[in-house]
């Protein structure tokens, strides 16, 4: 499994970004994928989760100015991020395969290689 993410980079507070993730190896519309963030210090926490059948869910720091979504044909899974603060900073990881209990997104052990978000005040 190779997920390769793209799309971070340098943007002023009030901006925003488009990440990306193309997996490979995987039957990309048979898995639950979620994007996932770790500022310096940190632990690596879950921004938002969207699930085969289209559910999806977000963290409440993200939540109305963040968009997750994926295109199954492409293999491709997007963040669409809007509003960034400089709290948004951090390296963005894209996690593919994950388990859901009808609560909660569990990682799997496929991660893209993050893409790194600065947010400038």
């Known amino acids: 499994v190779q997920l390769q993410a793209s799309g971070g980079g340098l943007v002023q507070a009030g901006g925003s970004l488009t990440l990306s993730c193309t997996a490979s190896?995987?039957?990309?519309?048979?898995?639950?994928m979620g994007w996932y963030r770790q500022a310096p210090g940190n632990q690596r926490e879950l921004v938002a989760y969207?699930?085969?059948?289209?559910?999806?869910r977000y963290s409440d720091s993200v939540k109305g100015r963040f968009t997750i979504s994926r295109d199954n044909a492409k293999k491709t899974l997007y963040l669409q991020m809007n509003s960034l603060k400089p709290e948004d900073t951090a390296v963005y990881y894209c996690?593919?395969?994950?388990?859901?209990?009808?609560?909660?997104?569990?990682?799997?052990?496929?991660w893209g290689q993050g893409t790194l978000v600065t947010v400038s005040s």
């Open positions: 190896g995987i039957i990309f519309s048979r898995n639950h």
């Open positions: 996690n593919a395969g994950g388990s859901f209990d009808g609560v909660s997104y569990y990682p799997s052990d496929y």
């Open positions: 969207i699930r085969t059948g289209g559910g999806l």
